[in-house]
């Protein structure tokens, strides 16, 4: 399958503050990748997506920057929220396959 | 309807039992998925069905028997599963075509073989 990794394992971050959970990818024929969050017991949902030929997108609270030329995505979360405690999957789809990375577990500490 | 929901949420079996896993969801998809998930893992895509037909079997083993009875259920049937079988088990669907959005996804079943 498509190589889709992540840096880092855990992240710690204190309430209020901003959070980059960070992904790297291999392929460069992805078409969209797709931020992932999943509190424990419970699947993963959605969070925001990001077209290929797009550098940046925003949603509420949210920002995804992708870097192509590094093969590099990334998750802004502003003012981090005990509710943002979860892991997160980022996710590409390479000719209608899909592929999960490795997963970031976030903490926020009160 | 945008859920995809699975029963029961949560199973224990023993090695001897046979049960079943059931999924539906409502919103039109034609593609519906099994995954297992171990903890701290990504899920890890076990069948594929496209238009009630299984499309892909990642080399799962025959004590793990998918069905898709309809268009909108989508079941698994477990037999003889072994302690190491116990993961969180999520069903998701999505447009045959996979862009934007890529799979909605169940809340799972916990399955705990003893």
């Known amino acids: 399958g498509e190589s889709v990794g992540l840096h880092l394992p855990t992240l710690s971050v204190q309430e209020g503050d901003n959070s980059i959970i960070n992904c790297a990818y291999s392929n460069s024929a992805s078409d969209y990748f797709i931020w992932y969050k999943q509190e424990s017991g419970k699947g993963p949902q959605f969070i925001i997506d990001?077209?290929?030929?797009?550098d940046k997108r925003q949603g509420q609270r949210v920002t995804v920057l992708l870097n192509k030329t590094v093969k590099h995505l990334s998750l802004q979360i502003a003012a981090t929220q005990p509710g943002d405690s979860a892991v997160y999957f980022c996710?590409?789809?390479?000719?209608?396959?899909?592929?999960f990375g490795t997963g970031t577990s976030l903490t926020v500490i009160p | 309807d945008t859920e995809v929901t699975q029963t029961p949420k949560h199973l224990v079996m023993g090695m001897t039992n046979k049960k079943s896993l059931k999924c539906e969801q409502h919103?039109?998809?034609?593609?519906m998925y099994w995954y297992k998930q171990k903890a701290k893992k990504p899920p890890e895509l076990m069948f594929v069905?496209?238009?009630?037909?299984?499309?892909i079997n990642e080399s799962v083993p025959s004590r793990f028997s998918p069905e898709c009875p309809n268009s909108s259920l989508l079941n698994l049937h477990l037999h003889a599963l072994q302690p190491e079988d116990s993961a969180l088990y999520l069903c998701a669907s999505s447009r045959i075509r996979t862009t934007r959005y890529g799979y909605t996804f169940g809340s799972g079943t916990r399955l705990t073989v003893v």
């Open positions: 919103m039109g998809h034609r593609a």
């Open positions: 996710a590409e789809i390479v000719s209608n396959q899909f592929y």
């Open positions: 990001i077209r290929s030929n797009m």
């Open positions: 069905y496209s238009y009630e037909k299984l499309s």
